[in-house]
């Protein structure tokens, strides 16, 4: 015999009025109780794959009849749904989200209130390692007004998906290079000196371009610590350095009164001199600030080995 426990009727009332109340006055509440985020989305297409019905995850990726570029997008489609299929996926894991307005002018935001694009980071673990692919989901009319327009419902669709390090097709107007383009040249000017200065092991090849890193350095914080890894690295006798600004996800840049920030998580690749290869993830937060007309790096912060391990990689 079951037995079971009889809650007074008043507090099953009260309970279902708590969650009534919050469902109408918080968005994300309603939301998330009704299945309309960007994680539903994406598992909407990645379990029909892992379960061998590719023409599932087909139905849960949503193309916009008579875009201008559908057929590229179509293309995609197709092509990057059978190349996940391939790889046999064993388990997913969403690394992050980061979050776009779709309104008005398109920047990155803190949070989904009032984005219109959720773009995801999501790694893929297979028998023969691991890949990261980017996951664009969007509210389903694009242009997303938020607060402006009474939070409606977001109606999160799947419009694109693609390996990190390609750009996307249907969203390609929410980029660090489309949005900033001068702040990204900065970015990778800085790289283009790095990798010089590695090469000949002289730091001044970046310092003098970049004086600021000369100063407050704190390597076990990973603060300005290019000097310390250039001293380091020497000994391997680099011919050639190569970098992947993307390879993991797309660069991000948040702006801010004192400047703007940019996030880089990519691959660092070096030639050896004696004919071998090595390579390496790294993430650095790049601190800009305005010199003229243009941008100087004033900080960067990347993180250190301690750091990846608190973060469990």
Same mark, same amino acid.
Request: a neutral charge; glycine letters at 8%; charged letters at 25%.
């Given at each position: 015999?079951?037995?079971?426990? !009889?809650?007074?009727? !008043?507090?099953?009332?009260?309970?279902?009025?708590?969650?009534?109340?919050?469902?109408?006055?918080?968005?994300?509440?309603?939301?998330?109780?009704?299945?309309?985020?960007? #994680?539903?989305?994406?598992?909407? =297409?990645?379990?029909?794959?892992?379960?061998?019905?590719?023409?599932?995850?087909?139905?849960?990726?949503?193309?916009?009849?008579?875009?201008?570029?559908?057929? @590229?997008?179509?293309? $995609?489609? #197709?092509?990057?749904?059978?190349a996940? $299929?391939?790889? @046999?996926?064993?388990? *997913?894991?969403?690394? /992050?989200?980061?979050?776009?307005?779709?309104?008005?002018?398109?920047?990155?935001?803190?949070?989904?209130? %009032?984005?219109?694009?959720?773009?995801?980071?999501?790694?893929?673990?297979?028998?023969?390692?691991?890949?990261? =692919?980017? *996951?664009?989901?969007?509210?389903?009319?694009?242009?997303?007004?938020?607060?402006?327009?009474?939070?409606?419902? /977001? %109606?999160?669709?799947?419009?694109?998906?693609?390996?990190?390090?390609?750009a996307?097709?249907? !969203?390609?107007?929410?980029?660090?290079?489309?949005?900033?383009?001068?702040?990204? !040249?900065?970015?990778?000017e800085?790289?283009?000196? =790095?990798?010089?200065?590695?090469?000949?092991?002289?730091?001044?090849?970046?310092?003098?371009?970049?004086?600021?890193?000369a100063?407050?350095? /704190?390597?076990?914080?990973g603060? %300005?610590s &290019?000097?310390?890894?250039?001293?380091?690295?020497?000994g391997?006798?680099?011919?050639?350095?190569?970098?992947?600004? #993307?390879? =993991?996800?797309?660069?991000?840049? /948040?702006?801010?009164?004192?400047?703007?920030?940019?996030?880089?998580?990519?691959?660092? $690749?070096?030639?050896?001199? @004696?004919?071998?290869?090595? @390579?390496? &993830? *790294?993430?650095?937060? *790049?601190?800009?600030? $305005?010199?003229?007309?243009?941008?100087?790096?004033?900080?960067?912060?990347?993180?250190?080995?301690?750091?990846?391990?608190?973060l469990?990689?």
């Amino acid at each position: 015999m079951r037995r079971y426990l !009889a809650l007074p009727a !008043a507090v099953l009332i009260a309970a279902a009025l708590v969650v009534g109340v919050a469902a109408v006055l918080d968005p994300g509440v309603r939301e998330r109780l009704s299945g309309d985020t960007v #994680e539903g989305r994406i598992g909407d =297409y990645l379990r029909p794959l892992m379960a061998g019905d590719p023409a599932g995850a087909l139905r849960a990726w949503q193309l916009v009849p008579g875009r201008p570029n559908e057929t @590229a997008i179509a293309a $995609r489609r #197709e092509s990057v749904t059978a190349a996940i $299929r391939e790889l @046999a996926l064993r388990r *997913f894991q969403i690394e /992050h989200v980061h979050w776009w307005r779709t309104c008005c002018e398109p920047a990155q935001l803190d949070d989904d209130a %009032n984005a219109g694009l959720g773009r995801a980071v999501v790694r893929f673990d297979t028998d023969g390692g691991s890949q990261r =692919y980017i *996951f664009d989901v969007l509210a389903r009319e694009t242009v997303y007004w938020g607060d402006a327009a009474g939070s409606p419902p /977001h %109606n999160w669709t799947l419009r694109d998906v693609y390996p990190a390090g390609d750009a996307p097709l249907f !969203a390609s107007f929410a980029s660090a290079t489309a949005r900033h383009p001068d702040v990204v !040249a900065v970015v990778r000017e800085f790289h283009d000196r =790095y990798g010089e200065a590695l090469v000949t092991c002289d730091v001044r090849k970046l310092w003098d371009r970049f004086p600021a890193l000369a100063t407050g350095q /704190h390597p076990s914080r990973g603060i %300005n610590s &290019e000097g310390v890894h250039i001293a380091g690295l020497c000994g391997m006798r680099i011919a050639a350095a190569r970098f992947e600004l #993307e390879a =993991y996800e797309p660069m991000q840049v /948040h702006e801010h009164p004192g400047g703007v920030d940019v996030t880089v998580h990519g691959v660092e $690749r070096f030639a050896l001199v @004696a004919g071998k290869e090595s @390579a390496g &993830e *790294f993430k650095k937060t *790049f601190t800009l600030r $305005r010199a003229g007309r243009s941008w100087e790096v004033a900080r960067t912060d990347e993180v250190t080995l301690a750091e990846w391990h608190q973060l469990g990689r």
